[in-house]
């Protein structure tokens, strides 16, 4: 996969450089190039602000030096293999399935905005030639979009082939499946006078297994009970459906599987 990342902080980016990110760069799982939108300035003072038409706070990002970038990363042209991701508060919620959507990507250029955003036309003059993709990490707001293109890369870049050391991770984990992880412990057997839940040193895997089967659905009915409703109830089978009616969590008629 390549990837480029377009920023007036490049440094922010560094993180990249680390870790299994890192290592997935030097094995060539991975391509990053970050670039630093100011080299799309010809004015002394590198100016990528202005003031917001129609008045308001702050200064919105001008479309001159982000055209630029985005024709010297992109050219217009058959290669059109790239998708843009521009991380904003008014973007689709960014989720696992999005996740798997950008790994299947040959090439990804984020763009990071800052100050209140980048001038619209940036995203409609580039959605002429490449998929473009809005997305929100959540409803919280941050300086700008460096911060979520690392959420973004690192939820990405682990769902890659040869990034993860057992692949079967990926398959059990949050969200895999819709449900929230059940909780884990390890070495010592009694901490602080807390000990490990018995069953889970009693080697019995069947009973284990329907153990953090519970666990996630009784962490998930009270945490996020949002993640129970539509297609995640049908996924439900009876075993599940009585552990959480136990609990008092109701499944709507509507989502019962037939
Ligand atoms: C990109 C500029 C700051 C946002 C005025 C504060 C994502 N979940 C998320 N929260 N915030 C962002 C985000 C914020 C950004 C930019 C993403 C570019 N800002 C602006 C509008 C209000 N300031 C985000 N993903």
Not at 120 to 143: H, I, K, T, W
Not at 164 to 191: C, F, I, M, Q, R
Request: glycine share 8%.
């Amino acid at each position: 996969m390549k990837v480029d990342v377009v920023t007036i902080f490049p440094e922010y980016l560094s993180p990249l450089d680390l870790s299994l990110i890192g290592r997935a760069r030097a094995a060539g799982v991975l391509d990053v190039a970050v670039h630093d939108l100011r080299q799309w300035t010809h004015d002394v003072h590198r100016t990528v602000d202005d003031s917001p038409y129609g008045g308001g706070p702050g200064m919105v990002m001008r479309p001159e030096p982000w055209g630029e970038a985005l024709d010297a990363l992109a050219p217009p042209g058959p290669d059109g293999s790239a998708r843009l991701v521009v991380p904003s508060p008014a973007g689709v919620p960014f989720t696992q399935s999005l996740a798997h959507e950008l790994a299947a990507e040959p090439r990804l250029i984020f763009a990071c905005g800052r100050y209140e955003g980048i001038d619209q036309r940036v995203l409609d003059d580039a959605s002429r030639r490449m998929p473009v993709n809005e997305v929100s990490l959540g409803d919280y707001v941050l300086f700008g979009g460096e911060v979520a293109v690392l959420v973004i890369l690192e939820a990405v870049v682990r769902l890659l082939p040869g990034v993860l050391g057992n692949a079967d991770s990926l398959v059990e984990e949050s969200h895999a499946e819709g449900l929230l992880e059940a909780p884990v412990y390890t070495k010592p057997p009694t901490w602080r006078d807390l000990p490990v839940p018995e069953i889970l040193r009693s080697g019995d895997h069947g009973r284990i297994a329907r153990w953090r089967r519970d666990q996630s659905l009784l962490r998930t009915a009270r945490r996020r009970p949002d993640l129970l409703a539509g297609p995640a109830a049908a996924a439900l089978d009876r075993r599940d459906r009585d552990v959480l009616l136990d609990t008092g969590f109701q499944i709507s008629p509507g989502d019962m599987a037939e």
